[in-house]
């Protein structure tokens, strides 16, 4: 079982930037990718961001050039940092990993975490 804890929304104005982190926890695993989605009131949850761990990356035509994913494997934490945030960038958003245990593979969410944009 792989927990996961994210911290770093909130509120912020349009043009601004927040960070928000999240750290996997527990035993046996390696990671295979993290990401993070986000999901608006009445919307879709959508992909924003992912890395692998062989640090490749893939984001949303929406966020591109203005969202950067980053990890530290051996903290097990990924980060998303995001700036030029736009009102339509609140959401839930959302941390997501695939895992290896044992030669299985698995992925987790997090509870999420709140970003409101204001204009």
């Known amino acids: 079982q792989v927990q996961l804890v994210e911290s770093g929304g909130g509120l912020v104005q349009a043009g601004g930037s927040l960070k928000l982190s999240c750290a996997a926890s527990?035993?046996?695993?390696?990671?295979?990718?993290m990401g993070w989605y986000r999901q608006a009131p009445g919307k879709q949850r959508e992909l924003v961001a992912l890395?692998?761990?062989?640090?490749?990356?893939n984001y949303a035509d929406s966020v591109k050039a203005r969202f950067t994913i980053s990890g530290d494997s051996a903290k097990n934490m990924v980060y998303l940092e995001m700036n030029s945030l736009k009102p339509e960038d609140t959401a839930v958003y959302y941390c997501?990993?695939?895992?290896?245990?044992?030669?299985?593979?698995?992925?987790?969410w997090g509870q999420g975490t709140q970003v409101t944009v204001s204009s």
């Open positions: 527990g035993r046996g695993f390696s990671l295979n990718a």
């Open positions: 890395i692998s761990s062989g640090r490749s990356t």
């Open positions: 997501y990993v695939i895992v290896l245990t044992g030669g299985s593979v698995s992925s987790y």
